[in-house]
């Protein structure tokens, strides 16, 4: 009997859900994957914030699936208790003015937390962390990744994958693939400064999420309203992506009074509360490409990510999905 022989070596940089959704399906169609990521965990922006009896989503807050592929997904992080539907009261705000949101969409969360997911896909990944990949190039027809922690990576691939932001795999292709950096610009990816407020008693606020408009903030969570969460009542405060982008270099403490004076012209008083802040350097934007991916099979280099793919949970799992898909043909 022969022995299996893989169909290809391919590294993939970035450990994000477009990342691990290509990573998953490469491995099942036989190829050898092995994932590098600059963070200590998996999910990338699908992700949760710990401490002494507190937790807070403080990335992604939700996600939607409207695809078949990744509604039967999602059907499978349900069956195996890494994902839930969310129900929570949702308003709108607006010129000071409240109203129900009158969305119907099913709104999915993780659980316990929304890196939940990702955990369970990088389960049977060969993934290193802490491992900030800073440059790449070609040798004899196999890729070769440099990183900062580490210096060379001593194995050779047949395929490279990039499934980090678009400015970041700009960064990394600009003497490979010149056009990446003009789809980057097109993306127009912007910040995200997000408070974590946590208090020692619940709230008595009549909505547990809101979608805020022409204000600093442009949404407030409830995280405990999703199930599977534990401990201390935490709300999640994103302000919004252009003001965000606009401090993005602002001291931290600055920001955070902006947003929390805000977020009391609303009604969610904060002064009692322990405080956290996060900024997403890169948090929105994308392009809405043909393939949702782009493959060059010449060099044997492609990219993945929600920024190529319309956004969202959604369009970065499908987007690594369907790269793979791809490579295999």
Same mark, same amino acid.
């Given at each position: 009997?022969?022995?299996?022989?893989?169909?290809?070596?391919?590294?993939?940089?970035?450990?994000?859900?477009?990342?691990?959704?290509?990573?998953?399906?490469?491995?099942?169609l036989g190829f050898e994957v092995r994932l590098f990521e600059k963070s200590y965990g998996p999910s990338g922006r699908m992700s949760t914030?710990?401490?002494?009896?507190?937790?807070?989503?403080?990335?992604?807050?939700? &996600?939607?699936?409207?695809?078949?592929?990744?509604?039967?997904?999602?059907?499978?992080?349900?069956?195996?208790?890494?994902?839930?539907?969310?129900?929570?009261?949702?308003?709108?705000?607006?010129?000071?003015?409240?109203?129900?949101?009158?969305?119907?969409? %099913?709104?999915?969360?993780?659980?316990?937390?929304?890196?939940?997911?990702?955990?369970?896909?990088?389960?049977?990944?060969?993934?290193? &962390?802490?491992?900030?990949?800073?440059?790449?190039?070609?040798?004899?027809?196999?890729?070769?990744? %440099?990183?900062?922690?580490?210096?060379d990576i001593h194995q050779e691939f047949d395929y490279l994958v990039l499934a980090i932001p678009a400015p970041q795999a700009s960064a990394?292709?600009?003497?490979?693939?010149?056009?990446?950096?003009?789809?980057?610009?097109?993306?127009?990816?912007?910040?995200?400064?997000?408070?974590?407020?946590?208090?020692?008693?619940?709230?008595?606020?009549?909505?547990?999420?809101? &979608?805020?408009?022409?204000?600093?903030?442009?949404?407030?969570?409830?995280?405990?309203?999703?199930?599977?969460?534990?401990?201390?009542?935490?709300?999640?405060? %994103?302000?919004?992506?252009?003001?965000?982008?606009?401090?993005?270099?602002?001291?931290?403490?600055?920001?955070?009074? %902006?947003?929390?004076?805000?977020?009391?012209?609303?009604?969610?008083?904060?002064?009692?509360?322990?405080?956290?802040?996060?900024?997403?350097?890169?948090?929105?934007?994308?392009?809405?490409?043909?393939?949702? &991916?782009?493959?060059?099979?010449?060099?044997?280099?492609?990219?993945?990510?929600?920024?190529?793919?319309?956004?969202?949970?959604?369009?970065?799992?499908?987007?690594?999905?369907?790269?793979?898909?791809?490579?295999?043909?």
């Amino acid at each position: 009997m022969n022995e299996f022989k893989p169909k290809a070596t391919v590294g993939i940089i970035g450990a994000g859900l477009a990342g691990l959704s290509c990573a998953s399906r490469l491995k099942n169609l036989g190829f050898e994957v092995r994932l590098f990521e600059k963070s200590y965990g998996p999910s990338g922006r699908m992700s949760t914030r710990n401490g002494e009896d507190w937790s807070a989503d403080h990335g992604a807050q939700y &996600f939607t699936a409207r695809d078949p592929s990744f509604i039967e997904e999602v059907n499978t992080w349900i069956k195996v208790g890494v994902a839930a539907t969310w129900h929570p009261r949702l308003l709108v705000y607006k010129d000071g003015q409240w109203r129900k949101s009158n969305s119907t969409d %099913h709104r999915y969360v993780g659980t316990p937390a929304m890196n939940s997911p990702g955990k369970y896909l990088a389960q049977d990944l060969s993934i290193e &962390f802490k491992q900030t990949i800073d440059s790449i190039y070609r040798q004899n027809g196999k890729w070769l990744v %440099h990183s900062i922690e580490t210096g060379d990576i001593h194995q050779e691939f047949d395929y490279l994958v990039l499934a980090i932001p678009a400015p970041q795999a700009s960064a990394l292709t600009k003497t490979i693939h010149y056009s990446i950096d003009q789809l980057s610009s097109e993306a127009n990816m912007l910040g995200c400064w997000t408070v974590m407020a946590r208090f020692t008693r619940s709230l008595n606020i009549s909505f547990d999420a809101a &979608f805020i408009n022409n204000e600093i903030i442009s949404w407030v969570s409830r995280n405990n309203s999703k199930p599977g969460r534990t401990g201390q009542e935490t709300w999640t405060i %994103h302000a919004n992506p252009q003001w965000s982008q606009q401090s993005i270099e602002l001291d931290k403490e600055v920001v955070s009074k %902006h947003i929390l004076d805000c977020a009391q012209k609303l009604g969610l008083h904060c002064e009692n509360a322990e405080i956290s802040i996060h900024r997403w350097r890169y948090a929105s934007g994308a392009i809405e490409s043909d393939s949702g &991916f782009i493959l060059n099979p010449d060099i044997k280099l492609g990219l993945c990510g929600d920024w190529l793919n319309g956004g969202r949970v959604e369009g970065a799992w499908l987007s690594g999905h369907q790269l793979a898909n791809a490579m295999n043909i």
